[in-house]
């Protein structure tokens, strides 16, 4: 109420002079209003001032009086202190945004939508907030060592499946090899024929030379296909399943991992996409460019070796020099590529603001932020170009000298070859045959040189994949382990349990926290917002698991049961539903993914949670396309799809986190019918602010800080004229003002 009055005031101190436009359920924010509209399916049905329409008794009229306790919106569980300063934080803004007079004064108009989602001032400042939050850290996702193996010998361990393409890949690549050295071989000699004399001769030599430069051709030809085709198939299953197990690495983690910043919308997708198809930088073509010339070079020396040794042995004296230049080459590349331990990489925090401009596109707009957006994302990709730019000119000097260093082993082996031709140790032909021998080798080896960047890129992203997938969750939903109980009767019990979120271990949330829930019977919770009410819904669902105390289940430890089972029993209404891109019929079926659900299972859940009228209505009926994030839907057709998702598993313990706070009046009693039916022969836990949908629960509790402060039935807590009694009168007295 408190944060509520702060920035209510300071909306009407934003109202003056303004043309204002207002959407609202809650009626008495709206009452001073110059104008109300009340809309009816698309149409005006009736305008007028507060006391005009009253008077009028028509459908403004009907949804003041049905009205009878003020709405109240959840806030996300933060800690109450810190709540009221989010709530001033926002009130200053809106006052600071408001401090010029507009250009043109107006009366101001509210409009009263009947069926329309509601917009929570709260949620609001904690997205204020949610940018300054300090996550915090969690010690099991440092980065462990690697295993002592060597690490390209573990990549190669993920292509295993495909061991036959790059058996045969390898052969080929290592025959195209030396290729090169044995056509320089041939080309030596051609030069001896064209010295040739005897014309027969010549013509001889050098036909048989072509037939044989031919056949090396041919044979380099089909090695290189037979190289790229195998290499590049084990490398796309390798992206392949890298993908899938990734995706099924990140679904497995437990919920506090996704809480962490680091593993943000963003990043993970980025993951997804980019590091995964980086795989074949680091095996496929590369690993057959690296062994291509790894045969290049075992062939040259062997030529180079019987041709002259001395000479050989000179120009391998430039070896240290040329293995020196690679290794700047690539370590600048490794480190030009982004091969760092961070995994919020330039990319993953551009996607992060991109994921974020986009998902909330029409706050943006709405607000102009398109220019900050684009900067976030232009500054998030100038500082890893900054940084990058160092690197590059160390690249450059390092391509410099070893782009030189040839014609350095040039210089040598002539000006050596000369004096072991004036000494006659070697011939003309044995010297032109080691240079030409050792310059087509390297002209293959520079080929691998040139894969550098692509090897470094697939090695930093190897190393990102490798530690996603073997990091085990804590709570990993596809465990098979664990009990089951053959006769459930829905006790639940939390025995001195103490929570804290695990990307904010600073922050409290409950603190020698004790509840039975007792079965078949109806146990709300009531509070301010931050108390914790919603977390005991998550450790419920074993979302989390308490740092100490126990969850119970009909006397079990609920971390000894199956969580596959545990959470089949379960049925959770949101107080924000989330529904797929996919259509009505499957969004509801989903709610039970052991078993076929039939249409007349589908059209029953719709029934009981007032939504079917609508769904048959529409022109394709149950085939009808939510749209992403159930766009295609109004907020209380998405959250009536959402309870008859969570009837339709006919589950024995039923969670509603508010589940009518989207509803208008009149789907509201309706639907909370039906949920009182649902209660039925259950165990249900009810979160809820608006107290008149839980006062005929069989136990309210009242959660303050984490703690339960008050419980008992409704009439109980008003006469001990504790918290809830304060709650109830807050609620009430605006009520009462409206109906005035």
Known sequence: ???????????????????????????????????????????????????????????YYELVTAQSEKEKHKDKEVDSDKENEMEEELARQVREATKQKPRRQSRRMSI?????????????????????????????????????????????????????????????????????????????????????????KQEEQIRTYTYVIFLIGLAGGISQIISSVTLAKAGEELTMRMRILSFKTILRQEIGWFDIDENNLGALVTRLSSDAASLKGFTGPTFGVILSAVGALVTALAISFEAGWKLT?????????????????????????????????????GGKYATQAIENIRTVVSLHLEDNFIQLYEEAFDRDFRNRMLYLHYISFANALANSLMFFIHAASFGYGVKLIQDKDMTFDSVFRVFSVITFAAMTIGRSASMAPSYAKGKASARRILDLNKRESKIDPEDSSGITLSNINGNIEFRDVRFRYPARPKLRILHRFNLNCNSGETTALVGPSGSGKSTTVALIQRFYDPLTGTVLLD????????????????????????????????????????????????????????????????????????????????????????IARALVRNPKILL???????????????????????????????????????????????????????????????????????????????ENEKVK
Not at 662 to 672: C, G, P, R, T, W
């Open 555 to 642: 006397g079990h430890d609920i971390k000894t049961l199956n969580i596959q089972w545990l959470r089949s029993l379960l049925g959770l209404v949101q107080q924000e539903p989330v529904l797929f891109n996919l259509s009505i019929r499957d969004n509801i079926a989903y709610g039970d993914n052991n078993r076929q659900v039939t249409q007349d299972e589908i059209e029953a859940a719709a029934r009981k949670a007032n939504i079917h009228d609508i769904i048959t209505s529409l022109p394709e009926g149950y085939g009808t396309s939510c749209g992403a994030k159930g766009g295609q839907l109004s907020g209380g057709q998405k959250q009536r799809i959402a």
């Open 112 to 200: 009263m939508l009947r069926r329309s989602s509601i917009v929570s001032v709260k949620s609001i400042a904690s997205e204020i907030s949610e940018a300054g939050d300090d996550i915090g850290t969690i010690d099991e996702i440092e980065e462990k060592p690697f295993f002592s193996m060597p690490f390209i010998l573990k990549v190669l361990r993920l292509n295993a499946p495909e061991w036959i393409y790059l058996l045969f890949g390898a052969i080929a690549s290592l025959i195209f090899g030396g290729i090169m050295p044995a056509f320089s071989l041939v080309f030596s000699q051609v030069f001896g024929a064209l010295a040739e004399t005897d014309p027969n």
């Open 313 to 349: 042995l000179v120009i391998l004296c430039f070896t240290p020099l040329m293995v020196f230049t690679g290794l700047i080459q690539g370590e600048q590349f490794s480190k030009a590529a982004g091969d760092k331990k961070d995994s919020s990489s330039a990319a993953e925090e």
């Open 1 to 59: 109420n408190r944060g509520e009055k702060l920035v209510q005031e300071a909306l009407d101190k934003a109202k003056e002079g303004r043309t204002t436009i207002v959407i609202a359920h809650r009626l008495s924010t709206i009452k001073n209003a110059d104008i109300i509209v009340g809309l009816e399916r698309g149409e005006v049905v009736e305008y007028g001032t507060h006391d005009e329409l009253m008077q009028r008794k028509g459908l």
């Open 656 to 734: 509603l986190d508010e589940a009518t706070s989207a509803l208008d009046n009149k789907s509201e009693k309706i639907v909370q019918e039906a949920l009182d039916q649902a209660r039925t022969g259950r165990t249900c836990l009810t979160i809820a602010h608006r107290l008149s949908t839980i006062r005929n629960s069989d136990k309210i509790c009242v959660v303050d800080r984490g703690q339960i402060k008050e419980s008992g039935r409704h009439e109980q807590l008003l006469q001990q004229q504790g918290i809830y009694y304060k709650l109830n009168m807050a609620q009430e007295r605006p």
